[in-house]
T-cell receptor
């Protein structure tokens, strides 16, 4: 079982809604990631937080807003999304620094109507 | 040329076969190599993690890294229908935090 927990597992939202995806890990990892995955494609990096600071932002539209309240939690706030944003959103974590395996959660499947 | 190449398959094998999955890459800075298994509509599950060149074995799985050829492999022995999934390779350099993924290979193990 994965030790990275994501909620909700499924989310359906309209283009005017505001919602949030949540991720939690208790492995003591200090780097946390958001990936977006479309069907039959590999995960695509969105954001990386290292020691609770945003360290990588892959030019993601501002309608996606990440937040890292503490070393165990990672949120992704969603606002005014488009239907093409429908995808599986994956949270991952690893030890801080340059080494360590990357562990994924089960993902939150988002549908934008 | 893509940074990481992987045969997308689909690859179909009979139960009990030995499966060989491969990735090639172009960036000689990659030092850490991972293999993930992803079932449909689930998150990727880490199978193997290796550093630099060499072999690593874990149960029915063996990972090989040949840095001189920029080529990594995952072997699955005695394949089972439950191994049917998409297999993703991923790699990262010895600095930074980004992991580059291959496009994935879809594997079907037929009973």
């Amino acid at each position: 079982d994965t030790e990275v927990t994501q909620t909700p597992k499924h989310l359906v939202m309209g283009m005017t809604n505001k919602k949030s995806l949540k991720c939690e890990q208790h492995m003591g990892h200090r780097a946390m990631y958001w990936y977006k995955q479309k069907a039959k494609k590999p995960p695509e990096l969105m954001f990386v937080y290292s020691y609770e600071k945003l360290s990588i932002n892959e030019s993601v539209p501002s309608r996606f807003s990440p937040e890292c309240p503490n070393s165990s939690l990672l949120n992704l706030h969603l606002h005014a999304l488009q239907p093409e944003d429908s995808a599986l959103y994956l949270c991952a974590s690893k030890q801080g620094g340059n080494t360590g395996e990357l562990f994924f959660g089960e993902g939150s499947r988002l549908t934008v109507l | 040329q893509k940074e990481v190449e992987q045969d997308p398959g689909p690859l179909s094998v009979p139960e009990g076969a030995i499966v060989s999955l491969n990735c090639t890459y172009s960036n000689s800075a990659f030092q850490y190599f991972m293999w993930y298994r992803q079932y449909s509509r689930k998150g990727p599950e880490l199978l193997m993690y290796t550093y630099s060149s060499g072999n690593k074995e874990d149960g029915r799985f063996t990972a090989q890294v040949d840095k001189s050829s920029k080529y990594i492999s995952l072997f699955i022995r005695d394949s089972q229908p439950s191994d049917s999934a998409t297999y993703l390779c991923a790699m990262s350099p010895n600095y930074g935090q980004n992991f580059v993924f291959g496009p994935g290979t879809r594997l079907s193990v037929l009973p």
